[in-house]
């Protein structure tokens, strides 16, 4: 019993001693703590009541009370518990607080609203998000907030969408829609945090009903956002005007789908989005550019602080940038770390280290909680995160025998990797995609912004008052005409694209954990991350996609075989189609699949004409239909038709020595604030739609 006790003792003595380790260093896991909290809000089923937050937030106050009566080696993990309840109810109480009408019903009439965002959609059509919205019959507390609508028609002459316009359109409108197979990405809570009420579409002109207004600061940005675009755009015609528009003013309507596609495969979109990238190259060359001024005066060199004064104003050009760029959540997460790491150089410090990520990721979580579901967040920190502990660890290496020229070259080539191999988990994860050359076009591109893009457009913003803008906008598109060229070179290379499959709910979080755990960890025990890596990338490996999936219209079936999936139909519910395929980790077209398919003990019955002429149907067979199946009701046969479906969401069945294991989307989405599902439209809303179908469009 003795000698148990002693070796207990040396046991907890070690365990102490390694915790003690850590004291200085534990910032780095508040954002992690945060994190945890927040991804359980969000994997719930069903929806706390706000008791539920009372009692977390009573038991968050007592850990922490608590946590200072403890050893000093435990009391970390009291107040980890606590910011982990601290996460979760700072998601709860943003999900309420951006809570807002939902239509809940298809919708076909009469739109008006303010244009608050304009972008494209995949088809490439115009798409316009309105704000104050009014629709026909349909109460004010039941109308959504803003809704988003694709104009696939021709708007007549002169008529051209502006900022802050108020428009009026006759538009089909859905809820937004839930996710295309059970465990995908979930739309509509993309949209409720995005205060998305309804989505849809118009084929008939865009009317003015009121001349834009520009008291409001937000659409005063916002018209000059748009402003500075079209005039960038003049300057620089094509997908090379596009794209410089793209990263100064975060309006990406006019790249054309196929410089868009090259982009993708060859790694290089993230040139498009505004964030960590551009922000930076920004405020360094503001910063080198104000040091450099104010060096050059003997007398403000030797008593002004000018490293402070350069500080500020470098941070006043990121703040710029920000509004100028439409300050999206990928903007704002890379302003949040310049303006951390700018602040650290004011005072003193170290400008880029773990802790100024940690608390950037900790400002972000706070205030947009739900950026923790995104590829965006994820990606952003990630690269950040193994960028400053890789040039932290490269510190304490020597690195004189490298040539002074040499010195760059290695610092370019180790930051493309290591952001990409950080990344590259989560993009395939997210995008079911690796750029097998994106090293190669990274390192031939991302210099080159630093040295040539970047600064082009700092000049240009500089010389526009004198009309000599187009100067340097020349010289800003010949860098972009290099990327484009790097990025059509690449895409047209063989297998420049991989493929693979969706992984698991698990799969990224253990891979996430065990990559925290090896950067954050002080000592050997930090290796204990790469098993816990390992181990996600295990389970990746043995995801198992489903036999069948049903779209939640009954619109698509896709059955598995043996050489892919086979979709029922070669045109139609494209959408859907290509995120089934890519889930699989094929490259296959969706013509390419319907060829796979055969009648059989799946019957895929689409359209009215079909489900009429069907003879009925036998015990084990799957009758999926697109329109109502009503005639099916009584037979032996398992049916999904539109109704049955409206309550499940999509399907998906996996074959077992049981039979088939059904999950629908219901059951992994759960109840909760922003899942859609059916409600009863008003009466005269019902009554609207039978009168004017869609068919028979005004």
């Known amino acids: 019993m003795g000698r148990i006790l002693r070796v ?8 102490e001693a390694v915790l003690l380790a850590q004291r200085g260093n534990m910032l780095g896991w508040v954002p992690v703590c945060l994190a945890v909290g927040i991804g359980c809000y969000f994997t719930l089923t069903w929806e706390p009541a706000w008791p539920f937050f009372v009692w977390l937030a009573m038991a968050g106050l007592g850990l922490l009370l608590i946590a200072r009566l403890l050893p000093e080696a435990v009391s970390p993990f009291a107040v980890g518990i606590s910011l982990c309840l601290i996460g979760f109810i700072l998601a709860g109480v943003r999900a309420h607080a951006v809570a807002g009408p939902v239509l809940g019903w298809r919708y076909y009439g009469a739109v008006e609203g303010r244009i608050v965002a304009m972008d494209r959609s995949q088809s490439d059509a115009l798409r ?8 026909d019959r349909v109460p004010p507390d039941r109308t959504p907030q803003r809704v988003r609508i694709s104009l696939h028609g021709k708007g007549p002459a002169g008529m051209t969408p502006e900022p802050g316009l108020r428009v009026m359109t006759t538009a089909h409108l859905s809820p937004p ?60 015609s094509g997908d090379t005007g596009g794209f410089a528009a793209a ?32 922000m930076g190259l920004l405020t360094a060359f503001v910063l080198a550019g104000l040091r450099l001024a104010l060096a050059s005066h003997p007398v403000i060199a030797l008593r002004w602080p000018t490293k402070a004064i350069a500080a500020v104003g470098a941070l006043a050009a990121a703040a710029g940038y920000l509004a100028l760029s439409g300050g999206n959540v990928a903007t704002q997460r890379a302003f949040i770390m310049v303006a951390v790491a700018l602040a ?186 790469l098993p816990v890596m390992a181990l996600g990338f295990a389970l990746w490996q043995g995801a198992a996609r489903p036999d069948l999936l049903i779209a939640d219209t009954g619109t698509l ?19 859907v189609a290509r995120n089934w395929l890519e889930n699989d980790g094929t490259g296959a077209s969706q013509e390419a699949a319907a060829k796979l398919w055969q009648d059989g003990d799946i019957v895929h019955l689409s359209g009215k004409r079909a489900l009429a002429e069907f003879q009925g149907c036998t015990a084990g067979q799957i009758i999926v239909a697109s329109s ?71």
Not at 128 to 135: A, C, F, G, I
């Open 557 to 575: 079936v896709g059955i598995m075989t043996p050489d892919g999936r086979a979709l029922s139909k070669s045109k139609g519910a494209g959408f």
């Open 628 to 698: 109502t199946a009503d005639s099916l009701s009584g037979q032996p046969c398992m049916v999904f038709d539109p109704d049955s479906l409206k309550t499940t969401g999509a399907v998906a069945m996996h074959r077992s020595g049981q039979g088939w294991q059904i999950t629908t989307a219901r059951d992994i989405a759960g109840e909760r604030l922003w899942t859609n599902w059916p409600k009863a439209a008003p009466q005269d809303q019902q009554d609207q739609y039978v009168r004017i179908s869609p068919t028979k469009r005004p």
């Open 344 to 529: 650290a150089l004011t005072i003193g410090r170290r400008a880029f280290s773990l802790r100024a990520v940690a608390v950037a990721a900790i400002i972000v979580l706070v205030l947009r909680p739900e950026a923790l579901m995104g590829p965006g967040f994820q990606m952003s920190f990630a690269a950040t995160t193994a960028l400053v502990a890789v040039f932290g660890w490269l510190r304490d290496i020597d690195r004189n025998w490298l040539p002074r020229w040499a010195k760059p070259v290695f610092a370019t080539v180790v930051s493309s990797a290591v952001a990409g191999f950080a990344t590259a988990p989560i993009a395939a994860a997210h995008f079911n995609a690796i750029a097998h050359y994106g090293l190669i076009a990274n390192l031939a591109s991302v210099p080159l912004m630093g040295l040539l893009v970047i600064p082009a457009a700092v000049v240009a913003l500089v010389l526009a008052p004198l009309g000599l803008d187009w100067i340097a906008l020349w010289v800003m598109g010949l860098g972009l005409d290099w990327i484009l060229g790097v990025a059509h070179a690449v895409a047209a290379l063989e297998n420049a694209r991989g493929h693979v499959v969706s992984p698991g709910a698990w799969v990224l979080p253990l891979i996430s954990l065990g990559f925290l755990f090896l950067i954050l960890w002080q000592g050997r025990l930090r290796w204990g991350g």
């Open 247 to 278: 990263i100064t003013t975060g309006d990406r309507s006019a790249i054309s789908q196929e410089a868009l596609h090259a982009l993708r495969v060859s790694n290089l979109a993230h040139l498009l989005a505004i964030s960590g990238l551009h």
């Open 8 to 15: 207990s003792q040396k046991v907890w003595i070690s365990g």
């Open 128 to 135: 316009l998000t309105l704000d104050q919205v009014r629709l």
């Open 177 to 236: 829609s839930g996710p295309v197979e059970p465990g995908g990405f979930d739309f509509q809570r993309h949209a409720w945090f995005a205060r998305l009420g309804a989505v849809g579409y118009s084929r008939v002109p865009l009317m003015g009903a009121a001349a834009a207004y520009d008291g409001h600061a937000g659409l005063m940005v916002f018209r000059i956002r748009m402003a500075a675009s079209a005039h960038i755009q003049k300057r620089l």
